[in-house]
């Protein structure tokens, strides 16, 4: 049987894979920030998890406006890298895990989770800044990935209630799965920011600080947060945190932080880290 | 329209929704075609000619022509979206976050290290409801 063991919270702010690509972490602008990320990193590589559910948003990379998935899938066997605009980025192709996501995207579904299946796509920072976060700069990366994709690019997103539920669902189905696997989920995003309009660069330190310590705490509370919520006091792309309720959702209600980092500013936003185990009997 | 939209009483703030989502799509379909390096270079070369391909409004046309960040936004352009502009431009999220805001480069980053622009007295276009909300 399958378990998720672990979630893993983290921004995916494209600076920082830029940072990575150019070999800037260790600039004064930078260094606090990747040195925050260094215990997640040896934490990661102890645990040695078989494959990883990444929840994030593209952007405007594999999908555009023509169709907006609210929840997808990518089932593949393997993931390029996207040009988002400034070329690739120079990290491993993403190798995915096909038949755990076949599984997935069929017990999602039949648990009334309608998810969009995703033959091919390219991955964009949004996936493989979290990667880079938590695995350094690897020849290949440690695991294969399942990308799971929330739309928070078209208003309105999914609400956080039903991420929540989503995560619920995704244990449930991984808990079926026939394959010894230990499995980690990574919810990306946020947190506080904003990148749009005269208000841009807005940080909201006690909203984000609050968020982190209801993850363990109160998750369905904070998954009841609202979006305008969230844009007013998290700033517009603030919302994006949406997407951590994917992850507190899958690992059940007995949970154990073992690490968190914040840090602003990583160019527009408050980047933050935080480590969950799963304590969570299946 | 037919939903109450609370958001609009945020300040300086476009949130990209259904009524944005209908103006705003021809021009936000412009800045996904440059994903694509080909797109870049011949955008490069000739801007009016690589978005006579694209049924834009003059108005979001002018916007693109001009740079004008902010005004995107107000003709439908999605920040998603628009900053693949900046990027062909060499310009970053922070760059183009200034420029919106009506600062310079420097201030804006100063603020950033500074931890960012507080929420206090941002929370709502009428200042008074910040005070009692906030």
């Not at chain 2, 412009?30 to 049924?55: G, I, Q, T, V």
Request: some cysteine.
């Amino acid at each position: 049987m399958a378990k998720i063991v672990a979630g893993i919270a983290t921004s995916h702010v494209p600076a920082i894979g830029v940072a990575m690509d150019k070999g800037m972490t260790g600039t004064p602008y930078w260094q606090p920030l990747f040195k925050g990320y260094e215990p997640a990193r040896e934490w990661l590589a102890k645990l040695a998890p078989d494959v990883a559910i990444i929840v994030y948003n593209d952007h405007a990379c594999a999908f555009s406006l023509e169709i907006i998935p609210t929840f997808l899938i990518g089932v593949a066997d393997k993931f390029p890298i996207a040009d988002e605009g400034f070329g690739p980025r120079p990290v491993p192709v993403v190798k995915g895990h096909p038949a755990l996501a076949w599984h997935l995207a069929e017990s999602l579904i039949l648990d009334e989770f309608d998810m969009t299946i995703a033959n091919e796509m390219p991955v964009d920072h949004g996936l493989t800044v979290p990667l880079s976060v938590t695995c350094g700069r690897p020849d290949a990366w440690p695991f294969p990935v399942i990308p799971l994709c929330v739309n928070v690019v078209q208003y309105p997103p999914p609400t956080g209630a039903r991420c929540y539920k989503l995560g619920m669902a995704i244990r449930r189905a991984v808990e079926q799965f026939d394959q010894d696997l230990r499995v980690v989920i990574y919810g990306t995003g946020g947190m506080s920011h904003q990148l749009q309009g005269e208000r841009a660069g807005l940080i909201n330190r006690e909203f984000d600080t609050a968020f982190l310590d209801g993850l363990t705490r109160d998750p369905v509370a904070l998954s009841k947060i609202t979006h305008t919520e969230y844009m007013r006091e998290a700033g517009s792309e603030g919302v994006e945190m949406v997407m951590w309720h994917v992850m507190r959702g899958a690992l059940g209600e007995d949970v154990a932080e073992v690490y968190r980092h914040y840090h602003v500013p990583a160019s527009n936003t408050a980047a933050g880290l935080m480590i969950l185990e799963n304590r969570s009997p299946a | 329209m037919s939903r109450p939209r609370d958001y609009e009483s945020i300040p300086g703030t476009y949130v990209y929704d259904a009524e944005r989502g209908r103006v705003g799509y021809a021009l936000n379909m412009f800045c996904m075609s440059l994903n694509k390096a080909e797109n870049r270079r011949s955008f490069k070369e000739n801007a009016p000619a690589y978005l006579d391909r694209f049924p834009l409004t003059p108005e979001q046309r002018r916007t693109v022509l001009e740079r004008d960040w902010l005004g995107m936004l107000k003709v439908g352009g999605n920040i998603y979206y628009t900053i693949k502009i900046a990027f062909c431009d060499g310009l970053t999220f922070q760059d183009v976050a200034g420029m919106m805001s009506g600062v310079s480069k420097e201030t804006y980053a100063k603020m950033m290290l500074a931890g960012g622009r507080t929420p206090d007295g941002n929370r709502y276009k009428d200042s008074s409801e910040d005070i009692k909300n906030g």
